[in-house]
């Protein structure tokens, strides 16, 4: 019918539309028409079958492409396509046109027309048929007059594999790179998370990994025709691993010792060796570690030594762990106990050849642990003082018993109470007043 218009479909059936069976009158629908060869005899969809790729997809006249399918055994034609151009009831450009082939396990070697004057250059629907005639659906190819430019192949030749390193080791790179068309004209390498970052060179040789992570590397190649391969990759794995130390304080006298582990965790595939220092140590005191390093996982001791001249406070020790370019810290605290000491009362009154009694107090701070010995100075002449005790052990008291006679010269007298503890010493301030 005139402005009607048919297509054959790439699954075979048939597109039917418009058409004006008369003037002014216009056919708006669209019909699609399964043909009989899409069914069995009892009207039931026939076993289609079915290609799986085509490869490759573009090729010239007379050259051979592999046809992949299932069926392969079963196949007696394949033929191509023309899409249609269609107008006025008209197509000026359908053609179908059979090939040769030879059949393979799951695939068919099929030898493309020989020229323009058989199939035009373009593309076309090829289809299978099997031995009822029920056709596949189609997979587009290109005939081309010549043959189009095929991509190249990047092949990565080492590593061999995907690999784990340890922060700051390297991974040597290198690769090939083919063409069945052509030659290889450049390559480019990309190393995210590596040193250096990127090559232009087939073998670029060792690239170094500093930072814990998981990386891909990739390679690929460009031709004389300037198509550029599909990039072929590496996973590069750098593990970390972690620390921690506990407890989280230790508390010491001056002149004492302590001691932190410190433990190591390595992550998959994380086999490093893992040196330890600290830093915060406040002055007088010294440490060491025993081991000084661990491989892959582990722990070790921190011992920690004060002197007497280790000043009292909290410190705070941050102990980190190496391994090549990577470290962790983990930090905690060193306190130093000290004491403090104080009188009562402020001040005592005595007439000559009396005694003035004071209470002395020790106080301990938080870890101190020692013994305080006791001393006055600043007594008056034929004044003597006493301790009881003449001692005190980490905290306490002791009565201070000063002493006068008669030849003793009234007036007030400023009395220093002294602390000791090793380097440790205090003093607090007292009054005796001899009337």
Do not use: C
Not at 18 to 43: A, C, H, K, V
Not at 191 to 218: D, E, H, I, K, R
Request: proline content about 8%.
């Amino acid at each position: 019918m005139y402005h009607s218009g048919s297509l054959l479909l790439p699954d075979a059936t048939v597109m039917l539309t418009g058409g004006n069976p008369t003037r002014g009158s216009y056919e708006q629908r669209t019909e699609i028409y399964s043909p009989p060869y899409l069914f069995n005899g009892d009207g039931s969809p026939a076993v289609r079958p079915v290609i799986t790729d085509v490869s490759p997809k573009a090729f010239s006249y007379g050259s051979t492409f592999q046809v992949y399918t299932p069926d392969a055994a079963n196949i007696t034609s394949v033929v191509f396509v023309h899409p249609g151009s269609q107008t006025h009831a008209f197509d000026m450009d359908q053609r179908l046109v059979g090939t040769s082939f030879t059949t393979g396990s799951g695939v068919l070697t099929v030898t493309a027309p020989p020229n323009g004057n058989i199939a035009p250059a373009g593309y076309y629907m090829l289809f299978a048929l099997n031995a009822a005639g029920v056709p596949s659906v189609a997979t587009f190819v290109h005939l081309a007059a010549s043959a189009p430019n095929q991509p190249p192949t990047a092949t990565i030749t080492s590593p061999a594999s995907n690999v784990t390193v340890n922060p700051g080791q390297a991974v040597s790179f290198a690769g090939t790179g083919s063409d069945p068309d052509g030659t290889i004209a450049s390559y480019s390498w990309t190393f995210p998370g590596g040193t250096p970052a990127s090559s232009a060179l087939a073998n670029p040789g060792n690239v170094t990994y500093n930072t814990p992570g998981t990386y891909v590397a990739s390679f690929k190649v460009t031709d004389n025709g300037g198509l550029t391969s599909a990039a072929a990759t590496r996973t590069i794995t750098v593990p970390d691993f972690s620390l921690s130390a506990s407890p989280s304080s230790q508390t010491v006298s001056p002149g004492a010792s302590t001691s932190y582990t410190a433990t190591v965790t390595g992550g998959s595939g994380f086999t490093g060796t893992v040196s330890f220092s600290v830093t915060g140590l406040p002055s007088g005191a010294t440490a060491t570690f025993n081991p000084t390093s661990v491989s892959g996982s582990g722990s070790t001791t921190l011992s920690v030594s004060t002197s007497g001249t280790t000043p009292a406070g909290n410190y705070t020790l941050a102990i980190t762990a190496t391994s090549g370019p990577a470290s962790h810290t983990a930090n905690v605290t060193l306190s130093v106990g000290d004491f403090s000491i104080s009188a009562s009362p402020a001040s005592g009154t005595v007439t000559r050849g009396g005694n003035a009694s004071y209470t002395v107090t020790i106080a301990g701070g938080t870890g101190f642990t020692g013994t305080v010995t006791l001393s006055a100075s600043g007594l008056p002449k034929f004044a003597n003082a006493k301790f009881n005790p003449v001692s005190v052990v980490n905290s306490g008291t002791s009565v201070l018993t000063v002493n006068t006679n008669r030849n003793v010269a009234p007036g007030s007298y400023l009395l220093i109470v002294t602390g000791t503890s090793g380097n440790r010493v205090h003093s607090t301030s007292i009054t005796l007043v001899v009337q």
